[in-house]
């Protein structure tokens, strides 16, 4: 049991990582407590301990905005500069590994996108319901801007360290007459979007009349303009963008993930509005991960707040949460928390809310 610097609670619902309190997370004080959590955990792991900002080469794919010395690499951990020149990922060259995943397959939007339900039939799925038959290219960007402690694929971390380079031609010629999508996803593909947009774009010169959707599921820390770039080809071929908003709060946000999440509310009701230029399929996705402790119905109200405020028909999947990396210690969701959200979800006036993950919800409650 974990006890909260700030407040001297103690609680198995703290985070023996983090040390704070759901409620004090969100106060002004948690910042350099927050942050010095951060710097240690991307210590570990060779990473900058803060977003490098020197006289180097600057780099403005996502909000960390770096500028990298001779010798640094960037927070993200893909990029480096050597004698000048920036190396690692590039339009060209991407860190990842890619597979192929049946669909229906168990992807956030699975339940509103054409692979799981035939939204969109015909002009941007296959079947008029989920297309068994066909799959997706499924591509892990092994990077990320963010740096959350609960992340589900951290393992990514150790492939920056033996780097997988693909080259983007090889990644497009994957895409056979049997795949009706891509996801690109990580990590975060954000580090690598230069990647994905060639790759797409290569892909859907080559389908030769095929429907070929272009998805991605991201932070949403990218630069604005990379982020039109992605809409216009997700719009374009009935893909989706999911958007993972992990809370509403910056000071809890900090916390839980070490840097602001702005630019992710920003870019959030940038796509919104994009999302009516066609409802069907959706454009945009938002989930949120329900973190004991930290994500519970009051934090989830407020982030269905703001996407009532921009869009109501945006679809919204709440995920329960599996304990993983530096937040291992913490249990999986109840089914209380999750109801409790579902509940301030739909009161907050979205009008199509899912709840994902329910074979890892917990029925007592933490108390019991």
Not at 59 to 68: E, K, P, V
Not at 296 to 306: L, P, Q, T, Y
Not at 344 to 358: I, Q, S, T
Request: aromatic residues 10%.
């Amino acid at each position: 049991m974990s006890e909260c610097e700030i407040c001297g609670k103690k609680s198995p619902l703290i985070s023996r990582t983090l040390n704070l309190c759901g409620e004090c997370a969100q106060k002004p004080e948690s910042i350099p407590i927050s942050l010095a959590v951060h710097s240690r955990v991307r210590r570990e792991f060779g990473f900058p301990e803060k977003a490098p900002s020197g006289e180097g080469i600057p780099c403005f794919l996502c909000q960390n905005s770096c500028r990298i010395d001779e010798g640094g690499i960037s927070l993200c951990g893909v990029r480096k500069n050597e004698r000048g020149k920036i190396r690692g990922a590039s339009a060209f060259w991407g860190n990842l590994s890619y597979y192929y995943d049946p669909l229906p397959t168990n992807c956030v939007a699975d339940w509103v996108c054409p692979g799981g339900t035939g939204a969109g039939y015909p002009r941007f799925a296959y079947k008029n319901g989920p297309e068994y038959g066909f799959k997706n290219l499924a591509v892990f960007y092994r990077a990320c801007s963010f740096d959350c402690l609960f992340c589900q694929n951290w393992h990514y971390r150790y492939g920056l360290v033996e780097p997988s380079h693909v080259h983007v031609k090889n990644l497009a010629q994957a895409v056979d007459e049997h795949t009706s999508c891509i996801c690109f996803f990580g990590g975060d593909p954000t580090p690598q979007l230069p990647h994905a947009l060639l790759t797409s774009r290569l892909a859907l010169r080559g389908r030769k009349g095929r429907i070929l959707r272009i998805c991605f599921e991201t932070n949403g820390s990218m630069n604005p303009k990379v982020l039109l770039c992605m809409a216009e080809l997700s719009l374009e071929t009935g893909g989706c963008i999911k958007f993972d908003l992990k809370t509403y709060s910056e000071n809890l946000h900090f916390a839980l993930c070490g840097v602001s999440n702005r630019r992710t509310l920003e870019n959030f009701a940038l796509l919104a509005r994009m999302s009516r230029l066609r409802p069907d399929p959706p454009l945009l996705i938002a989930s949120t991960l329900l973190i004991p402790g930290y994500v519970d119905g009051e934090a989830v109200g407020k982030i269905a707040s703001f996407i009532a405020s921009l869009n109501p028909d945006i679809p919204y999947s709440l995920l329960a949460f599996y304990p993983q990396f530096r937040m291992e210690d913490l249990p999986t969701t109840s089914r209380r928390q999750a109801e409790e959200a579902m509940e301030a979800a739909k009161k907050a006036g979205l009008r199509n809310v899912h709840l994902g993950n329910v074979h890892l919800l917990r029925e007592l409650d933490y108390e019991e």
